[in-house]
């Protein structure tokens, strides 16, 4: 069956860097843009960032431009997300989801609910 495994989280001061994994196994990666989004404490869950099946195309959230780097390496089926200059309102369940794509590989897309598979997600946690 399909699994996403999340890794890389932990706790960071203010203005620290994570970079976190995601592993994927059952599914044809190179199929499927990939996501990032994140669920802070009693809140909903929020995109952050994606990446298109080519890795050609990203997107981000505007709160992380220019600080986030999402990225995929489909030799390995997995997809990073490199956080710097991390801020305390960014801790929170950090989650990867694959989203099939048929035909452009240059698709990627911020919309929740078009991810079939999402994975357990991992803790971040930035402290002031």
């Known amino acids: 069956q399909v699994q996403l495994v999340e890794s890389g989280g932990g706790l960071v001061q203010a203005g620290g860097s994570l970079r976190l994994s995601c592993l994927a196994s059952?599914?044809?990666?190179?199929?499927?843009?990939m996501g990032w989004f994140r669920q802070p404490p009693g809140k909903e869950r929020q995109f952050v960032a994606t990446i298109s099946r080519s890795g050609g195309t990203t997107y981000y959230a505007d709160s992380v431009k220019g600080r986030f780097t999402i990225s995929r390496d489909n030799a390995k089926n997995t997809v990073y997300l490199q956080m710097n200059s991390l801020k305390p309102e960014e801790t929170a369940v950090y989650y990867c989801?694959?989203?099939?794509?048929?035909?452009?590989?240059?698709?990627?897309?911020?919309?929740?609910?078009?991810?079939?598979?999402w994975g357990q997600g991992t803790q971040v946690t930035v402290s002031s």
């Open positions: 989801a694959a989203d099939r794509v048929f035909g452009y590989s240059e698709y990627a897309t911020k919309i929740r609910g078009e991810y079939e598979y």
């Open positions: 059952g599914l044809t990666f190179t199929n499927y843009a």
